[in-house]
């Protein structure tokens, strides 16, 4: 998609891309026949540049019938940020860093009023754990005491202009989220086994929300974007992007 479009942001994609895989076939309540519906459970990019692989995963899904190769093109409704009024299964328009969480929040506290069960679960960059709004979100989220809310941040310490710790420094991200009232696991982003335990002992917490620190690698799984920051917004050029499907292809036959 990225390189089609000659745009977009493929390596906090790939960070996050096992995360999605868990979350959206084995935990999540979504399918084609309640996507539409108020009663799934609901997640929310707010990492909205890594729209690709949420249009992947509902393409996956069976919920995106949409051409994936009109990503980003003018009149397709796959845009660079996911639009909520264009795309079945897209729960929040987002982009602007730190709205996601907090709309996220918004809605764990509808469900608790409306006394639906169903969770709610957002996806954050570690870069944009810098933005204020994220720590409004996340006091408010525990003073409500939502426990229906599960945060992941994919931490792959790379954001655009270089490491995070360099940039503005947000860590350390779990104890910060601690002091705000949060339950907090950390795991390793790319073992499935840990990411499945985490979102189980999140369910499991009744009096806090939940923010699991996913330890990732940006770009993972193509050799030349790995612990690149080059790769948070750049796109490849056919010859790469084909070297980058080999290198995917060949991890998933191992």
């Known amino acids: 998609m990225v390189a089609n479009a000659n745009s977009g942001h493929p390596g906090g994609s790939l960070s996050a891309a096992d995360i999605l895989t868990v979350l959206y076939f084995e935990v999540m309540d979504i399918n084609k026949d309640n996507v539409k519906g108020i009663d799934r459970d609901r997640f929310v990019l707010s ?4 729209s690709p ?8 899904k069976g919920l995106l019938k949409e051409d994936l190769n009109t990503f980003r093109k003018i009149n397709s409704k796959l845009q660079g940020h996911p639009n909520m009024n264009y795309v079945d299964g ?5 982009g602007s860093l730190g709205q996601g969480i907090s709309a996220a929040v918004g809605m764990a506290l509808a469900n608790k009023v409306d006394g639906n069960d169903h969770r709610v679960y957002t996806l954050l960059g570690d870069g944009e754990c810098e933005e204020g709004e994220v720590w409004e979100a996340a006091m408010a989220a525990a003073h409500y005491r939502l426990n229906n809310l599960c945060a992941i941040v994919d931490f792959n310490s790379l954001q655009i202009d ?4 360099d940039v503005m420094n947000p860590t350390p991200i779990d104890e910060k989220f601690k002091a705000f009232g949060w339950n907090v696991i950390n795991i390793k982003g790319h073992d499935y086994e840990d990411i499945r335990f985490a979102f189980d002992e999140a369910k499991k917490e009744k009096e806090k929300p939940t923010m699991i620190l996913a330890h990732t690698i940006k770009g993972k799984g193509v050799s030349f974007m790995e612990n690149n920051a080059t ?3 750049s796109a490849p050029n056919a010859e790469q992007c084909a070297q980058a499907v080999k290198e995917l292809e060949g991890e998933g036959n191992e």
């Open 231 to 233: 790769w948070h917004g």
């Open 162 to 165: 270089g490491n995070i710790r």
């Open 90 to 94: 897209v729960d929040m328009s987002t």
């Open 47 to 50: 990492k909205g540049h890594a």
């Open 53 to 60: 692989l949420l249009y992947a995963t509902l393409f996956e």
